[in-house]
């Protein structure tokens, strides 16, 4: 108790500190580890750190930099959507939800107070927030099975609010996969561990497997592989060696043609099994799975067709192939969120599932990929702005030689492939602050003892 005691009196201390340095820190950290938290809880702290900013403000604190520039520019075209939305109201109602696009960066364009050590720290205390929900989550689980003797408490997000799930349908239990996953890597890049930080590791690896999202996990994986062979010291002198094991083990995996006759075999399959997380959960005994190569070629399909999640997402692409090319929206899309109502029409024409009272139809749901997302509802222009900012977010994170940020950034183009990431409230407010973070001052160097 004495050394718990003991941390949090350093922690608020250190936080006091801080915030005496520069008075949106405390701000920024209330914004950064309130996330997971319901959506008025966040909303409040983005519009104090807003206006505190806007109070503050001073002319010369202005700090113009491209990579900052970008979301706000995604912001614009969003609202420029409008204009030509084919569903204007739909539109209208989905801007507010993206407002963390512009509001974020210009808080630290107008304010460049936050010094390196600043933003490690607001890293650092994100990290271990993180941890706190964590272990809030686990102790839920344990509660809720000792009452009821089920182990869906401690696996993934329940079919409902209220239903069993490691953490709540709402927080989704990919986008905390991947809140989880930064925290990870934040103990794992840590020069000196203590055995505290191993622990803490160990937890949040198991975690993220009992999350059970299928991507994050072999993103996870793959990265956890990538600091191993190049980004750890004990692995600088044999780097090359270690970078060429590697290809060579990757390479003769895939040129098994067992691996390949496999795949082709799950492509022509009907199985349950899916790479992806699937978006209907509860799925009544005796439906028909669709394969990926039925989700590509069929013409029709009946209510009792299941799409396990990546043939879903093969379907939506074939959706979204389709409806830019019978409208020509390629330029514009069709506006902000605007492109459901298109998917709805498809759903109907090929007679998919539309849901009854218990379970939502295919029809409801966007294009789980942000990158098809982007392209349908902002055309050619959103689609290439999203792809320049995860560039540019990459391109500093090499520059800057920092696994924590090259972390994020896989997580994201990984991320990209499977969900509508940014266009969910949540998902938009942590990607534009954890972006700002980790690419605010990259092209300076900001001194870590200022």
């Not at 209330?30 to 319901?38: D, E, S």
């Not at 599932?353 to 349908?376: P, R, S, V």
Request: net charge positive.
């Amino acid at each position: 108790m004495v050394n718990i005691y003991n941390f949090l009196k350093n922690v608020f201390q250190d936080i006091k500190t801080e915030t005496s340095k520069n008075n949106l820190f405390l701000l920024a950290l209330l914004l950064v580890t309130t996330i997971p938290l319901p959506f008025a809880v966040s909303n409040i702290c983005l519009v104090l750190f807003v206006l505190f900013a806007l109070i503050k403000f001073k002319k010369e604190k202005v700090n113009i930099q491209f990579s900052l520039l970008l979301p706000i520019g995604l912001f614009v075209l969003m609202t420029l959507s409008y204009f030509w939305s084919i569903d204007k109201e739909s539109t209208l109602k989905a801007i507010p939800k993206e407002i963390s696009l512009l509001l974020i960066p210009f808080v630290f364009l107008i304010n460049k107070d936050f010094s390196s050590l600043q933003l490690d720290k607001l890293k650092k205390y994100y990290s271990y927030s993180i941890v706190l929900f964590v272990l809030y989550f686990l102790a839920r689980a344990i509660i809720r099975y000792t009452i009821n003797h089920d182990t869906r408490a401690f696996f993934y997000h329940g079919e409902n609010e209220i239903d069993f799930g490691l953490v709540p349908k709402l927080l989704n239990a990919i986008h905390v996969s991947v809140f989880v996953a930064i925290a990870l890597f934040y103990f794992l890049s840590k020069e000196v561990k203590t055995k505290v930080d191993i622990i803490i590791s160990g937890l949040l690896f198991l975690f993220i497997l009992l999350l059970s999202s299928k991507n994050i996990i072999v993103a996870v994986i793959l990265l956890l592989l990538i600091q191993v062979f190049y980004f750890s010291k004990t692995s600088n002198r044999l780097r090359l060696r270690n970078l060429i094991v590697f290809a060579v083990v990757i390479g003769l995996l895939f040129s098994f043609g067992r691996i390949k006759n496999r795949f082709l075999h799950e492509f022509q399959s009907n199985s349950e099994k899916s790479i992806s997380t699937n978006v209907i959960e509860g799925v009544p005994d005796g439906v028909h799975y669709v394969s990926l190569k039925e989700a590509w070629t069929n013409q029709k399909f009946t209510p009792n067709d299941y799409f396990p999640g990546t043939a879903f997402r093969v379907y939506q692409f074939r959706v979204f192939t389709e409806i830019l090319s019978e409208n020509n929206r390629y330029l514009s899309g069709f506006g902000l969120n605007a492109s459901t109502s298109k998917v709805e029409e498809k759903a109907i024409s090929y007679n998919l599932f539309l849901g009854d009272g218990e379970k939502e139809g295919y029809q409801t749901k966007n294009f789980h990929n942000q990158y098809i997302q982007n392209f349908a509802d902002l055309g050619i222009f959103g689609f290439l702005l999203i792809i320049t900012i995860l560039f540019i977010n990459l391109k500093n994170a090499i520059k800057k030689k920092d696994f924590l940020h090259f972390a994020f950034a896989i997580l994201m183009i990984s991320l990209f492939l499977t969900e509508s990431f940014l266009w969910r409230q949540r998902g938009v407010v942590f990607f534009t602050i954890m972006y700002c973070i980790f690419n605010f001052g990259s092209l300076k160097n900001n001194s870590k003892t200022e």
